[in-house]
């Protein structure tokens, strides 16, 4: 199979970003520059990419609190991330949500989420809300191994089935729930046989290798559109970061992270695929590296410079203003 050269150029160019993004995001938390937590999403950068690659700009997607690479997939702007980051006033919750809560409702991105589970029933509300008023979008939920365990994920998934919602479920299986890996608290091998239980339609795919999760979206998107109801994919991958920036990792052994990482990077065998065949050439993939690198330090330093929100500013836009209506 072949591909269009500015898809693979933009495959690469959203998987880099991703990935300068999450390694800048790191290395200023160690630097105590970030106030919160941050959870890394690098080594996962083909499943976000992938997907949202087919997905409109009305679409919705709700995330995890390891979201960043949601948001950029789906559009997301880096400085308003970074800021956002940073706690100042430009960013996308206007510093008051940090990194495990930006959300972008223009570009359909309805929010990273602090809960383990707390997207599920975000998208089915947005997949019903646009059957109900007759629109075209679809709603994608991405979750985790951990998070499939949740009794909201079963709950979703029964409610999206019996109301044939246009819901694609994509399960980033890392292998690791927090601290705790996938094998001992799941009894299956895979997430997707549990889609069975609801008459719903599931495939499986390599997590790492975008091209794979990006042909078999777009045949699921192009499925759920079509008006036959919810689809699981789950995306085989693995987390080569901790659960959080300074996590010891007492949990698993270093050369098993090592040795996943040096075989399976998502970007590096993007690289290698696409070269060996001649699609692009290895200057190309190292220009989108520089101009990528780049745009994210002019993010860090816009952001640096930009204002926090002011104290008499700290309990505005936490909930949505409306007049009360006197039936005395």
Not at 236 to 247: A, S
């Amino acid at each position: 199979m072949s591909y269009d050269t500015e898809l693979l150029l933009r495959l690469y160019r959203q998987m880099a970003k991703i990935r300068i993004f999450e390694e800048k995001a790191q290395e200023l938390f160690l630097a105590g520059e970030l106030p919160g937590f941050v959870h890394l999403y690098v080594g996962e950068e083909a499943i976000a990419v992938g997907i949202c690659e087919n997905l409109c700009q009305n679409d919705f997607i709700t995330s995890t609190h390891r979201g960043h690479g949601h948001c950029i997939a789906k559009g997301a702007d880096a400085y308003r991330m970074m800021a956002e980051l940073y706690g100042k006033r430009d960013g996308y919750c206007k510093g008051k949500g940090g990194s495990m809560h930006i959300a972008d409702f223009s570009i359909g991105m309805l929010g990273a989420n602090g809960v383990v589970g707390g997207g599920y029933n975000l998208a089915v509300g947005a997949a019903l809300a646009g059957k109900i008023l007759q629109q075209d979008h679809i709603a994608v939920c991405f979750f985790g191994d951990g998070a499939s365990n949740r009794g909201t994920f079963h709950e979703a998934m029964n409610m999206a089935a019996a109301w044939n919602l246009p819901v694609l479920f994509v399960c980033e299986n890392n292998q690791y729930a927090s601290t705790t890996p996938y094998r001992m608290t799941t009894a299956v091998q895979d997430i997707a046989v549990r889609a069975q239980g609801y008459g719903m339609p599931a495939r499986i795919v390599d997590g790492n290798d975008v091209l794979e999760v990006y042909d078999t979206a777009r045949d699921l998107v192009e499925w759920i559109r079509a008006g036959n109801g919810p689809m699981l994919l789950e995306c085989k991958t693995y987390r080569v970061k901790g659960h959080y920036v300074g996590d010891p990792e007492l949990y698993r052994p270093k050369a098993e992270v090592d040795h996943q990482f040096a075989s399976n990077d998502p970007l590096k065998r993007f690289a290698q695929a696409v070269i060996s065949r001649e699609w692009l050439t290895e200057r190309q993939l190292t220009n989108i590296m520089a101009e990528t690198a780049e745009l994210i330090d002019q993010a860090v330093s816009m952001a640096r410079k930009a204002d926090y929100p002011a104290a008499c500013e700290l309990f505005t836009d936490l909930y949505a203003e409306r007049e009360v209506q006197d039936h005395a």
